[in-house]
């Protein structure tokens, strides 16, 4: 029964596809309340008429047609829309790989003029989309900062959510989905695609999909600091950190871990992924209007590992000292390279982002932000920079919760 409902579900959630053939009312139904499988399976009980037989009657009359279900990647990611500015929405504010009821794993989706893109992809980021109102297929970039299980063990899920909306779509359309990541990247995609094919391979082999399936997912690798992406709306600079450190020489070489600095029109967003202190880090941070930073309790780890044996303690106590930032090290940071804000995540070592935001303030004068889940931020276009759509505006531009 549930892959009926996800086959109607599916057909439901293409409204431009198929208003004319399924009937204005259902599909304004699903239309308000968001789309998505639950709310599927609630139109299904109130509109009974509608059931399997008319799944493949709506399929085959769309098929019939010409018509592809999805829309192209081009026509599913936004079109920017000049002087939106930035929005910051928190979709993971914990640093794992333990899950909590909390605080999703870490991910924040970078919204510039209206466009997405996901930085980092822990578990629990496609639900936390969902209750955000976003919509996946909209997210045409995706960028991963490291790949441990918080960052990235999500993006099978998304890439799945993706791959839902594409299911019937024809390879021609040009409809695609890039992550840029470290060395790793590749083969955590593919993965990711072979495992999201199995189910799919069923679906396929009914009429109601197409019988061959597609790889969308379009991988790119961060290998070096410096220049690593640029589109009409961001240019992206990566500095490799010190997250890997203690790791062989001999892994270094593929395990690489990295921060990134966006910037934009309406001002820069550095986020440092997860990394110890670093000289690189500092540089990549220079001045930024945001610096979007992970941050530990060290104390309360090392109070909480107190009657660990020391085998078991020094591994994790060095890998919290040296390659994660306490409070007093994103102060520090943020303070020696002058950014304007700061808003803190990847909370490791407690959940109440208040007494964090207590200990980084002992260290930077600047605004501070305790992370939320589902939190957003709205850096806007100032007065000088709104009007001539310059890169860098001259006036004061200020970070703050979105209204
Ligand atoms: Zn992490
Ligand atoms: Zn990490």
């Known amino acids: 029964m549930a892959d ?30 968001g789309g998505g499988l639950t709310v599927s399976k609630s139109v299904l009980r109130k509109t009974s008429p509608v059931g399997w ?3 493949f009657r709506i399929v085959a009359a769309v098929l019939a047609l010409g018509m592809t279900p999805a829309r192209s990647a081009a026509q599913n990611v936004p079109p920017a829309e000049a002087g939106k500015g930035v929005q910051i929405l928190l979709l993971g ?5 333990a899950l909590t009821k909390q605080r999703s794993e870490s991910a924040t989706l970078l919204i510039v003029d209206g466009r997405p893109y996901l930085i980092d992809c822990g578990i629990g980021t496609m639900r936390r989309m969902l209750e955000a109102g976003v919509r996946s297929p909209t997210i045409g970039t995706i960028f991963i900062t490291h790949n441990h299980p918080d960052h ?19 390879p021609e359309s040009g409809q695609e989905f890039n992550i840029y990541g470290p060395p790793q990247t590749p083969a955590l995609v593919s993965a990711a695609y ?11 082999a009914e009429p109601i999909g197409r019988n061959a399936l597609f790889d969308p997912f ?15 709306r961001i240019r992206v600079t990566a500095a490799e950190n010190t997250h890997y450190q203690l790791l062989p020489a001999k892994d270094q070489a593929i395990m690489r871990s990295y921060s990134y600095r966006f910037e934009t029109r309406y001002g820069a967003i550095v986020f440092t992924g997860d990394t110890g202190p670093s000289a690189a880090v500092e540089a990549l941070a220079k001045g930024a209007d945001v610096l979007i930073s992970e941050v530990e309790d060290l104390k309360a780890i090392e109070n909480a590992m107190r009657f660990e044996t020391a085998a078991n303690m020094n591994p994790l106590l060095a890998h919290m000292r040296m390659e994660h930032l306490p409070m007093k090290a994103v102060g520090e940071l943020a303070s020696e390279a002058k950014v304007k804000a700061v808003i803190l995540d990847h909370f490791v070592g407690g959940l109440d982002g208040q007494r964090f935001l207590a200990g980084v303030k002992e260290y930077y004068s600047g605004p501070v932000f305790a992370g939320e889940d589902l939190a957003r931020y709205c850096l806007a276009a100032d007065t000088a920079s709104r009007g001539n759509g310059s890169a860098a505006g001259t006036g004061a531009r200020r970070l703050e919760p979105c209204h």
Do not use: C, K, W
Request: overall charge negative.
């Open 53 to 55: 037989r008319d799944v």
């Open 218 to 232: 379009r991988v790119h690798v961060i290998d070096h600091d410096g220049l690593v992406y640029q589109d009409d």
């Open 93 to 97: 504010t914990h640093g794992g790989p």
């Open 4 to 33: 009926v409902e996800g086959s109607l579900g599916f057909v439901l959630q293409l409204q431009d596809m198929v208003t004319e053939s399924a009937g204005g009312a259902v599909l304004a139904e699903a239309e308000d309340t």
């Open 152 to 170: 990235a063990l999500g993006l099978v899920d998304v890439l799945a959510n993706d791959y839902h909306y594409l299911d019937f779509a024809a």
């Open 194 to 204: 072979n495992f999201i094919r199995i189910p799919y391979a069923i679906f396929a």
